[in-house]
Nanobody, 123 residues
């Protein structure tokens, strides 16, 4: 059974930092591209950041949504089957539910989601 369990969300003031973690089980973690997505009320889910698996030719690579470039950093610890999202200089518009995703390829067969963790940026 595949499980993705997010942690680290909460309430933070503008300009502050949070570190999210997503612990995976039931998958061969190294093979999966891991991603963080977010969804704010009334908005579509959007990509925050993703990181490819170590099995990808050329090694791991990262991708970021335009709104978080330079502020957020995604990383993974393959020994712990965990992916992280370091979020700095948080803004009120970063408020959303953040979801962890594990995926191989474009289809739905190897595409898994966590239940999400709430991040609220407010003074």
């Amino acid at each position: 059974q595949v499980q993705l369990v997010e942690s680290g969300g909460g309430l933070v003031q503008p300009g502050g930092s949070l570190r999210l973690a997503c612990a995976a089980s039931g998958i061969t973690f190294n093979f999966y591209t891991m991603g963080w997505y977010r969804q704010a009320p009334g908005k579509q889910r959007e990509l925050v950041a993703s990181i490819t698996g170590a099995s990808v030719a050329g090694g791991e690579s990262t991708n970021y949504g335009d709104s978080v470039k330079g502020r957020f950093t995604i990383s993974r610890d393959n020994a712990k089957d965990t992916v992280y999202l370091q979020m700095n200089t948080l803004k009120p518009e970063d408020t959303a539910v953040y979801y962890c995703n594990a995926k191989i390829g474009p289809g739905p067969r190897y595409d898994y989601w966590g239940r999400g963790t709430q991040v609220t940026v407010s003074s």
